[in-house]
């Protein structure tokens, strides 16, 4: 093990006797379309070698690993509706050209959580995307860990679903230089809408 991240469910192994191995192509998950075909490749419920496929179903959804003990750390995953179980978790889900536009983390349980390795599949799973994969691999490479962002404030969402509430910030934390303070209420980031707390995180 060359190095690991729990909040992005990303380890880089190293394999020095492995010969004769032709990678995957990284693909770019943000150049999918919502619809657009998908094959998830792992070896669920212990069924080496297996395939699923489906469609994109969301991009960019908020959703926690579960992994870390951190349940306020989020990825901004692909859903899709490709059967994801215990055991393909981890594995590429990949486009119509073989190329890998995310890893396998979670799929959804019906009692409504995120797991990262629990339950059966309902329909609703969800990939780290590729570039997420790439600069987390990279980092870990280079230094042997991972590194993530954090905002240095606390936050709540607000009754209306239209944004999110500052509720505290810490000195000489990311939110502090950019100015924010308690009780300011963030709306957008970047054109994109801030409906919840988990949005803005």
Same mark, same amino acid.
């Given at each position: =093990?060359?190095?690991?991240?729990?909040?992005? $469910?990303?380890?880089?192994?190293?394999?020095?006797?492995? /010969?004769?191995?032709?990678?995957?192509?990284?693909?770019?998950? *943000?150049?999918?379309? =919502?619809? !657009?075909?998908?094959?998830? =490749?792992?070896?669920?419920?212990?069924?080496?070698?297996?395939?699923?496929?489906? #469609?994109?179903?969301?991009? *960019?959804?908020?959703?926690?690993?579960?992994?870390?003990?951190?349940?306020?750390?989020?990825?901004?995953?692909?859903?899709? $509706?490709?059967?994801?179980? +215990?055991?393909?978790?981890?594995?590429?889900?990949?486009?119509? *050209?073989?190329?890998?536009?995310? =890893?396998?983390?979670?799929?959804?349980?019906?009692?409504?959580?995120?797991?990262?390795?629990?339950?059966?599949? #309902?329909?609703?799973?969800?990939?780290?995307?590729? !570039? *997420?994969?790439?600069?987390?691999?990279?980092?870990?490479?280079?230094?042997?860990?991972?590194?993530?962002?954090? #905002?240095?404030?606390?936050?709540?969402?607000?009754?209306?679903?239209?944004?999110?509430?500052?509720?505290?910030?810490?000195?000489?934390? +990311?939110?502090? /230089?950019?100015?924010?303070?308690?009780? $300011?209420?963030? /709306?957008?980031?970047?054109?994109?809408?801030?409906?919840?707390?988990? $949005?803005?995180?």
């Amino acid at each position: =093990v060359v190095g690991r991240s729990a909040v992005y $469910d990303l380890a880089v192994l190293e394999a020095p006797q492995a /010969r004769d191995l032709t990678p995957l192509a990284m693909g770019a998950s *943000q150049d999918m379309r =919502v619809g !657009e075909t998908v094959i998830a =490749v792992g070896s669920p419920l212990g069924l080496s070698a297996s395939v699923t496929s489906g #469609i994109v179903s969301a991009l *960019q959804r908020p959703v926690s690993t579960g992994n870390g003990g951190d349940s306020n750390s989020y990825i901004n995953a692909v859903q899709t $509706d490709a059967a994801i179980n +215990p055991g393909n978790s981890g594995g590429p889900l990949v486009n119509l *050209q073989g190329q890998v536009i995310g =890893v396998n983390s979670a799929i959804a349980s019906m009692g409504g959580g995120i797991t990262g390795d629990q339950s059966g599949n #309902i329909g609703v799973g969800f990939a780290i995307p590729s !570039e *997420q994969v790439v600069t987390t691999v990279t980092q870990i490479i280079s230094t042997g860990r991972a590194e993530f962002p954090v #905002i240095g404030a606390g936050v709540r969402g607000t009754s209306g679903m239209n944004g999110a509430v500052i509720t505290n910030v810490e000195a000489g934390m +990311p939110a502090a /230089r950019a100015g924010l303070k308690a009780e $300011d209420v963030v /709306r957008r980031i970047n054109g994109r809408p801030v409906t919840s707390s988990i $949005d803005l995180v």
